[in-house]
C-alpha cells in the first residue's frame, strides 16, 4: 500500500503560479513512475505531466507544456509539479498517481497508475 499526499493547492489570479507537491509513505518511492492529474467540474479526470523513476524523463499534455514543469527528489519521498502562467482552464482538481509497473515508460492514462492522493484544489481567477 502507497499512500500519497498532495499538497500545495490553491486560489491564484490568472498569469500567477504555484507549487504541487506529493509526498509518498514508502522508501520504495524511487521504483514508482509518477503522474499529475486533474479533474475540472463535469469533466473526465485529464492526464496533466508524468516522470520516470529517476526522473530522466517526462512527459507532459500538450495544455500545460512551457508552463508545468514536474519534477522528483527520491531522497524526500517528494513529486512536484510547478505551475506558471495560470489560466483560468487550469482550474481543476490535482491528483498524483504512482505507477508500480517495472514499466521504462510514463503513461498518459489514469488506468496505469495503481495508487491516487485525494485530491488538491487549484483555482484560478480571470
Known amino acids: 500500500q502507497v499512500q500519497l499526499v498532495e499538497s500545495g493547492g490553491g486560489l491564484v489570479q490568472a498569469g500567477g503560479s504555484l507549487g504541487l507537491s506529493c509526498a509518498a509513505s514508502k522508501a520504495t518511492f524511487s521504483r514508482y513512475a509518477m503522474g499529475w492529474f486533474r479533474q475540472a467540474p463535469g469533466k473526465e479526470r485529464e492526464f496533466v505531466a508524468g516522470i520516470s523513476r529517476s526522473g530522466g524523463s517526462v512527459r507532459y499534455a500538450d495544455s500545460v507544456k512551457g508552463r508545468f514543469t514536474i519534477s522528483r527528489d527520491n531522497a524526500k519521498n517528494t513529486v512536484y509539479l510547478q505551475m506558471n502562467s495560470l489560466k483560468p482552464e487550469d482550474t481543476a482538481v490535482y491528483y498524483c498517481?504512482?505507477?508500480?509497473?517495472?514499466?521504462?515508460?510514463?503513461?498518459?492514462?489514469?488506468?496505469?497508475?495503481?495508487?491516487w492522493g485525494q485530491g488538491t484544489q487549484v483555482t484560478v481567477s480571470s
Open positions: 498517481a504512482a505507477d508500480l509497473s517495472v514499466m521504462a515508460v510514463v503513461f498518459t492514462t489514469s488506468n496505469a497508475y495503481d495508487y
